[in-house]
């Protein structure tokens, strides 16, 4: 069965919350306060990848496949709610970063470094904790040549941040995770 967890704003208890009784106005099963419109029926805001303009989706509509308000392009909704990293290639880079419909985090990492491996479970909390309103990418240097070399990307970690399909930000050094998710707020 298809069910949501909803957690209490007014008294922190998570709620199991059936999808199809999510129209029915469902009450905290603890304090019984109602729960909010926006938390039953969360809505993602989605760029389009061919005129960039940005189109508020509701989550429950996201498989039925969203068309652009502006340019009826269909809406990129591949990853949007993953929360997990996507991986970043040469190969896919164009799609999955610069015609991301959303804010990109692109997390920069190579074997060699041993300060990304421990930055590597940080990264993947984030892409947990911001699903769908960001998507969080890892690029192993490596493997991918032609970016490291396109961005200059001289040393690791280093996290870039992508948006409507330019770069914004390059942030080098391990990064806090405060700090990240300060300088994302600026693109959500
Ligand atoms: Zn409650
Ligand atoms: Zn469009």
């Known amino acids: 069965m298809n069910t949501s967890i909803i957690v209490c704003p007014h008294c922190g208890t998570k709620n199991r919350i059936l999808l199809e009784k999510k129209d029915q106005h469902p009450k905290c099963g603890r304090c019984h306060q ?65 015609q991301s419909p959303q804010p990109v985090l692109l997390y920069a990492w190579a074997s060699w470094c041993s300060v990304c491996s ?21 690029l192993n240097i490596e493997a991918n040549p032609e970016l490291a070399n396109r961005y200059n990307i001289l040393s690791v970690p280093a996290f870039f941040i992508f948006d409507a399909g330019q770069l914004k930000e390059h942030l080098p050094g391990a990064v806090p995770k405060y700090d990240l998710m300060m300088k994302m707020a600026t693109y959500i």
């Open 34 to 98: 109602p729960l909010p419109e926006e938390l039953l029926n969360p809505v993602l805001t989605l760029r389009c990848s061919q005129c960039r303009a940005k189109n508020r989706v509701p989550l429950a509509k996201l498989a039925d496949q969203p068309k652009c308000g502006r340019c009826k392009a269909s809406l990129p909704t591949e990853h949007v709610t993953d929360g997990r990293p996507v991986l970043v290639s040469d190969g896919n880079f164009a799609q999955t970063v610069l």
């Open 118 to 138: 421990g930055i590597n479970s940080t990264v993947d909390q984030l892409a947990q904790e911001t699903k769908g309103k960001l998507r969080v990418g890892k």
